[in-house]
């Protein structure tokens, strides 16, 4: 990390506010973000799928270290972040296979996590 990075741990949630298995969309300053546990082990991503947008927190299924947007099924791995399967899966037939062509493929940012005085701390 350089020393102008304005990078940082922020609180993000209170531990007693976030069970395992679920997750939450917040807002850190002006960043949206998806904070979660699964096997008790915190998580963070940015908030929104990178296919069209849709937000994590609604419906994305997250098992195997992959997260699954319900949407279109776009996957990747909540480790790093990796692409794992681009809209495999249009859930809207007249848009047909045209849909997972309408976006770039991308990776999802993945953020550190850590529990610090009773929060969910996370960096960037
Ligand atoms: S919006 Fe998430 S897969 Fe299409």
């Known amino acids: 990390m350089s020393e102008t990075s304005k990078a940082k741990w922020r609180d ?7 069970e395992n298995g679920k997750k939450k969309m917040i807002n850190i300053g002006k960043k949206m973000i998806l ?3 699964q096997d008790n082990h915190y998580f963070a991503t ?10 994590l927190a609604w419906g994305a299924k997250v098992e195997d270290d992959c997260i699954r947007c319900p949407l279109h099924q ?27 062509k309408m976006s770039k493929q991308k990776e999802l940012a993945i953020y550190e996590t850590r529990v610090n005085n009773s929060q969910i701390q996370v960096y960037f």
Request: with cysteine; glycine share 8%; proline share 13%.
């Open 12 to 18: 993000a949630l209170p531990v007693k506010k976030l």
């Open 74 to 100: 776009t996957t990747h791995k909540i480790s790093d972040g990796e692409l794992v399967e681009w809209s495999p899966f249009p859930l809207f037939p007249p848009y047909g296979k045209l849909v997972g």
């Open 46 to 55: 940015e908030a929104l799928c990178r296919h069209m947008r849709w937000p």
């Open 35 to 37: 904070l979660g546990m």
